[in-house]
């Protein structure tokens, strides 16, 4: 079945809370808008019509050298191994985040094609051969039609409405079937989706994140400490805390693998491939500091980063780390304070 298309175009806002994190120079960060404010940087999501799911694509053109990290137990990704720093293939040219479970996979076909149109790729005998790793969260069981799910068109289509201007958030492209607070069961979830911050120094440096929200945990305000979003209370009307669920023992496995938070890290920093997956462990702290329990075995959480190289000037690692999981935390709370409630999972803004 062809599912119908609708674009999400850049309409969001800017970036979330300033966060003052000194770097080496002792340079202080100031917020910047999005993934994109890092130059090359574009990113185009698709919705799909006929339920909530859909793809966002992240280009970037001229390449950038790839880095992945996943720390969670049922991941769903493509050309992952790739990435490793002992593998020969430096630069990657897109990242697919996609909903759809395995099928989504397929929406890196579409991305391919656009790149492969425009002569970009892997130089090869045989032509240029697009680098385009991908990653998938569970959302088959909401809205109805686990049929509906994004393929090679809606990969197509996100990449050709990639732009470099402000992202839009909540439920849209990957995170518009996203869902989290599952982890106690009982069917008091709520609507996750996708999130998008960026800090950049004094000295230049920009370190962004985008990241669809799609836990099996709670999301929590590492800065306070209360939960934003997650497993409710018995008559769904405010929140559990899932610091206190989880010392109780309360983690409900079944059913397994329908979870899974997933993301991109993008900076205009020079890395190596093994610099850059550092960078990509670090940056699993942030997400780990917002969402209670992370990484079980029943998410498949995954982090990619790209580096553009745009800035001259050896890398401090170190710094780059801290900032990207400072960006992939802003970037969660992000998700979930712009999704739309759905049937059966409330937003935050109709949690009172």
Request: proline fraction near 5%; glycine fraction near 24%; avoid cysteine.
């Given at each position: 079945m062809t599912a119908k298309l609708t674009?999400?175009?850049?309409?969001?806002?800017?970036a979330a809370v300033a966060a003052a994190v000194a770097t080496s120079g002792r340079q202080a960060t100031t917020p910047s808008a999005n993934l994109t404010a890092?130059?090359?940087i574009k990113v185009g999501h698709v919705t799909l019509a006929e339920r909530p799911t859909g793809c966002t694509v992240i280009l970037v053109e001229a390449g950038?050298?790839?880095?992945?990290?996943?720390?969670?137990g049922a991941p769903g990704t493509r050309e992952t191994d790739l990435l490793a720093p002992t593998n020969t293939v430096e630069k990657v040219h897109a990242i697919v985040l996609a909903g759809g479970s395995a099928y989504g996979l397929s929406a890196a076909d579409g991305v391919m094609r656009y790149l492969e149109e425009k002569k970009i790729g892997y130089p090869t005998s045989g032509g240029p051969v697009p680098i385009v790793p991908a990653a998938i969260l569970y959302d088959l069981t909401v809205g109805g039609r686990p049929d509906i799910r994004p393929g090679s068109a809606c990969g197509y289509e996100a990449a050709r409405a990639a732009t470099a201007g402000a992202i839009q958030e909540g439920s849209v492209g990957a995170g518009a079937g996203a869902t989290l607070g599952k982890f106690a069961g009982g069917g008091r979830a709520m609507k996750g989706g996708i999130g998008s911050t960026a800090f950049t120094t004094t000295a230049g440096l920009i370190v962004g994140a985008i990241v669809a929200v799609n836990a099996a945990g709670s999301v929590v305000d590492p800065r306070t400490g209360k939960p934003v979003a997650g497993v409710r209370t018995a008559d769904g009307r405010s929140l559990e805390d899932p610091f206190a669920l989880v010392r109780r023992g309360v983690l409900q496995s079944a059913p397994a693998r329908e979870n899974t938070t997933i993301g991109v890290i993008a900076t205009n920093a020079r890395l190596t491939k093994a610099q850059a997956q550092k960078v990509a462990q670090m940056a699993h702290d942030g997400m780990a500091r917002a969402i209670v329990p992370s990484h079980t075995p029943s998410d498949g959480d995954t982090l990619f980063v790209l580096a553009t190289g745009g800035l001259a000037g050896d890398a401090n690692?170190?710094?780059?780390?801290?900032?990207?999981?400072?960006?992939?935390t802003d970037a969660i709370l992000r998700a979930v304070r712009a999704a739309?409630?759905?049937?059966?999972f409330p937003a935050v803004s109709d949690i009172k």
């Open positions: 674009l999400g175009l850049a309409v969001g806002a800017a890092v130059p090359g950038a050298t790839g880095a992945v990290d996943v720390r969670g690692v170190g710094t780059l780390g801290a900032l990207a999981a400072e960006a992939v739309k409630g759905l049937p059966g």
